[in-house]
Structures are given as C-alpha cells and as structure tokens.
C-alpha cells in the first residue's frame, strides 16, 4: 500500500467531510433535515452507481439479492442511523461543535472492534481513549447542568457517531461488493430511501411549504453538500475500507474537526469559546496509520 496515496485521500476526505457541515448548516435553515438528507444520499447513490458502471460495465454484483440485503443493515445505521442524527442534532450545534462531537467515530470504533472482535487495544490508543473522553466532558460538561450546548444536539450527535462506528465496521467485514463506487453507491441509495420513512412519520412533508427560503446561497450549498461533500467522501471512505481497516478509514474523524471550527468561524460567524479551545486538542490528540 502506497502510504502517500493513502494519506491524500485521507487528508482530501477530512477536508470535504469537515467542511461539508458549513453545507449541512446552511441548508438545514431552509429545508427540514431528514428530507434534505434523503435526497442527498439518494442522489449521491445514483451518481456513484452510474459512475461504478462506466468504469466496470461487466459488474454483475449488483444483481447479487444478498448485497441488497447486507445494503438494507448498512444503510440503516450508517446513513438513517448515522447521518440522519447528524442533520436532527446539528440544527442544535454550532458547525464547529458538531464536527468535533463527530470525532468521537474512530474512538467508538477501536472500543466496539475490541468489544466484538476482542481486538487489541495499544497503550498510545488508550491514551487517546482516555484524552479524547476527557475532551468530550469537557465540551459538552455546562449541558449537563441546563446550560451551554443543546442536550438533544450532543445526544444526537454523540449517537450518530457510534451507529457510524458501528456502520463502518460493519461495511468492512466484505459484506459488501467488491466494487467500492458500487458499495458506496448502493448504500447511500438504499440509506436515502429508507430516511424518506422517519422524515415522513415526524410530518416533514407537511412543514415544505412553510420551507420558502430558496435562494442561491442555499443551492450553491446543497450542490456543495451532494458533490463535494458526499460523493467523493463516500468514494473514498469505501476505498479505505477496501485497503485497510475501519480505524485507519475513520481517521478523517480527527482531522475533519479542525476544518469545520475554522470555516464556521470564518463562513458562518460561529463564536470559539475557551471550552472549544481546550477541548479540540484532547480530542484530536491521538490518531496514526498502521
């Protein structure tokens, strides 16, 4: 494995991922959040399905009912489960906090792969369990007493990255097709339809026309969001689960954070409080590659 390769498509994933949720922020202010994300993932399946056919017309995976099925599971933690918290919980958060809450994903990751698969856990790991814990009470400790964060925010978010953790595992244990833009595709696909389900049970539909705040800024944005912000990390993201395991492909978790406090700030006038401050760097302390 090319060690360069893998450390710009990881560096390009945390980029794309971290400022995805500046994207996230603006749309969910004129588009109910279950619903916008429904489309997105659908859409982001069409494409990575169609792109998955240009380069390899002789696929037949597709066709194959068991993939269907373990796309089913997947799609159901990792997009409804994973990404569906993330739209409820981030119209609560800051784009800055949410992403840093997200970086929890590669810390559930080591704890369920040594829970399940009794995987081994090395002393610098537990040192960055530990550090990272520590920087999560610490962002989130004033909303415990009624105060600071959204408690409803941080439990969504804080879910949505364990069903993550719990999604990419899953979705590296060969479950899935060979073919990676096809994987991605069909579980972005399948994940998009099934949150049309609990988008329709809150009554989203019936809040759209109350939804009338379309205008360029939010285009520019969504169009961000699907391309940029969810094809090509998607592509990625399955590509490193193909060459390697779930916490190297989780590793963005750690970068993305940086990019989402600093754009928030700069794009969206997101204030840096000194709890941030302290906490970013216990949570980011500890990542490598094998």
């Known amino acids: 494995m090319n060690q360069l390769k893998l450390w710009i498509v990881i560096i390009t994933l945390s980029v794309t991922i971290g400022s995805s949720f500046i994207a996230i922020k603006i749309v969910l202010d004129s ?7 429904s489309i997105r993932f659908m859409i982001t399946g069409g494409i990575l399905i169609f ?14 009912i068991k993939f269907w099925r373990n796309t089913l ?3 159901a933690i ?8 993330i739209a409820w919980g981030t119209q609560y958060l800051s784009a800055g906090i949410a992403s840093l809450l997200n970086s929890m994903i590669p810390i559930w990751v080591v704890l369920f792969m040594f829970l399940i698969f009794r995987s081994k856990i090395t002393n610098p790991a537990k040192m960055g369990l530990a550090l990272g814990f520590g920087g999560m009470i610490i962002l989130v400790g004033p909303s415990i007493g009624g105060q600071g964060l ?3 925010g941080v439990a969504s978010l804080l879910t949505s990255s364990m069903l993550w953790a719990l999604g990419s595992i899953y979705s590296g244990r060969s479950f ?43 285009l520019i944005s969504y169009i ?5 912000g969810t094809v090509v990390p998607f592509a990625e993201f399955y ?6 395991t779930p916490p190297v492909a989780n590793t963005f978790a750690y970068i993305a954070p940086i990019v989402a406090v600093f754009l928030g700030w700069a794009i969206l006038d997101e204030s840096v409080t000194y709890l941030t401050i302290i906490a970013t760097p216990l949570l980011l302390f500890y990542w490598e590659l094998p």
């Open 51 to 64: 792109v998955s056919y240009i380069f390899d017309k002789k696929n037949q995976e597709i066709k194959e």
């Open 31 to 37: 588009i109910p959040p279950l619903f916008a994300f």
């Open 150 to 152: 959204s408690l409803i």
């Open 239 to 244: 590509w490193l689960l193909k060459v390697s």
């Open 176 to 218: 899935l097709p060979q073919n990676f833009l096809l994987s991605a595709g069909m579980v972005t696909l399948v994940g998009g339809a099934l949150l049309i389900i609990p988008s329709v049970i809150i009554g989203e539909f019936d809040k759209l026309s109350s939804y009338s705040n379309i205008n360029l800024d939010l």
């Open 78 to 85: 990792l997009i409804v489960g994973g990404h569906g918290l």
């Open 73 to 75: 599971v997947i799609g």
């Open 224 to 228: 961000f969001l699907i391309f940029i």
